[in-house]
């Protein structure tokens, strides 16, 4: 509830001068907050009196009340305590510049522009400063649109009441308190904080790289990430397949510092993402390549290995196998190696996927003699062990029709051959 000051009928008031408030009214006196309680009848006093420090920031006012005082006698007082209130023509009381709202703190990402607003009215000829308030101390910025620091990203303009500090191509160090403040005695002032966040990177010198294991090995790997708030860090293989911990503990995605994988086998090879975000975007990722060593194994796919050919014919044998890293792949005829020296065959070795270690390995041979059939063999050999495949080229059969000539009649008969008949004679 507002209380007038109660006016004595004895003093000629003019004009009248009415301070409304509630009591009581916590203020600021030369930078310290005091009650100022009410105005005693006769003579007319201001009782001031030391508050605690628990309203930093009240706003400036007074509360006078049950007392007899005019014009001169209020203006007295006031200039006694250093408090300056000015004469409101509707008989109140003004009482100088008021914040009109707080200032609204802003987060912005590194690299960007910041804005603090300051909304002042009854502002007169009393002047609005920011002030950066730094662990060094205290570094005036701004006094009205007047630039005082010589940080060319640092400008202030007035928009209506507004009075508003722009910084440009924020870093870090740009994080902290900034005052809004008035000159008045006691300097008014409001404070508001621009907090600057920092997207994620990931430090390649301390974070795992790419790594070759032997199958059957532990292996660890570790994503160190920076930014502000600290990034959290999510793992994930980059084909979609599980993340693969032991023999039966498998998930989509793992969330820390370290991906830990026991006892790895073959099917751990491949691509692992560690992806970091901190809600300030843009995520990252790091790509770290794991290959798994192992020894060759062949892959029969349901064939036989026995392979027909017409003497004069081409065969190809093919051998798919998985082994990491290959060495050495050599075909052998019986006891015989066989090289791509030899004009009448061909030896072609490719990879088909390489992060499972798919090989397939094609012998193309033009056989020539009888001697070219028989037994062939693919072996495949690391470091870890060896392997091999055998083949068996056999001739094939051939249907032979014989049609007799000048005869109605006609007849056919099978049999194996080495080659195709040329000619046929009967008798």
């Not at 191509?169 to 005695?185: A, S």
């Not at 990430?225 to 084909?239: F, N």
């Not at 751990?268 to 798994?292: D, E, F, H, M, W």
Request: net charge positive; charged share 20%; hydrophobic share 35%.
């Amino acid at each position: 509830m507002l209380t007038p000051g109660r006016i004595s009928s004895e003093l000629q008031l003019t004009p009248r001068f009415t301070i409304y408030s509630e009591l009581p009214t916590w203020v600021l006196r030369e930078g310290t907050v005091t009650q100022i309680t009410r105005c005693t009848p006769d003579p007319p006093q201001t009782h001031v009196t030391e508050a605690p420090n628990t309203h930093p920031g009240a706003l400036p006012c007074l509360s006078v009340s049950y007392g007899y005082f005019n014009t001169t006698q209020v203006r007295s007082r006031l200039d006694a305590h250093k408090m300056h209130l000015r004469h409101n023509p509707d008989g109140g009381v003004d009482e100088g510049p008021r914040f009109v709202t707080p200032i609204e703190n802003v987060t912005v990402s590194v690299g960007r522009d910041a804005r603090l607003s300051c909304v002042v009215e009854n502002l007169s000829s009393f002047k609005v400063a920011w002030i950066y308030k730094g662990t060094g101390g205290r570094t005036v910025l701004t006094v009205a649109t007047q630039v005082i620091t010589k940080n060319p990203r640092i400008s202030a303009t007035q928009e209506a009441q507004a009075w508003v500090l722009t910084i440009t191509n924020l870093t870090k160090k740009d994080q902290g308190v900034y005052m809004c403040q008035v000159n008045t005695k006691p300097v008014r002032k409001q404070l508001g904080f621009i907090r600057v966040v920092v997207p994620p990177t990931i430090e390649d010198t301390t974070s795992s790289s790419d790594m070759t294991v032997n199958e059957g090995s532990d292996v660890v790997m570790t994503c160190d990430a920076r930014g502000d708030p600290q990034p959290a860090i999510r793992w994930v293989r980059e084909d979609g397949r599980r993340l693969t911990f032991n023999t039966s503990s498998a998930v989509d995605e793992h969330m820390g510092r370290t991906l830990s994988l026991g006892a790895v086998g073959r099917n751990s090879s491949g691509a692992y993402l560690c992806i970091a975000t901190n809600g300030v975007p843009p995520s990252v990722s790091k790509r770290i390549l794991l290959n798994v060593n192992f020894p060759p194994v062949m892959l029969q796919e349901g064939s036989s290995g026995r392979v027909g050919v017409a003497l004069e014919g081409v065969v190809s044998l093919e051998c798919r196998f998985q082994v990491r890293p290959l060495t050495e792949v050599h075909w052998f005829h019986g006891p015989r190696e066989l090289t791509p020296s030899d004009n009448s065959l061909t030896i072609t070795t490719t990879s088909l996927d390489e992060d499972s270690g798919l090989w397939r390995s094609v012998l193309s041979v033009q056989v020539q003699r009888t001697r070219d059939f028989g037994q062939y063999r693919c072996s495949v050999r690391n470091p870890l062990g060896a392997n091999e495949r055998t083949f068996h080229v056999i001739g094939k059969m051939h249907l032979i029709l014989i049609i007799r000539p000048s005869s109605p009649s006609s007849f056919m008969f099978t049999r194996h051959s080495y080659s195709a008949y040329s000619h046929l004679s009967l008798k």
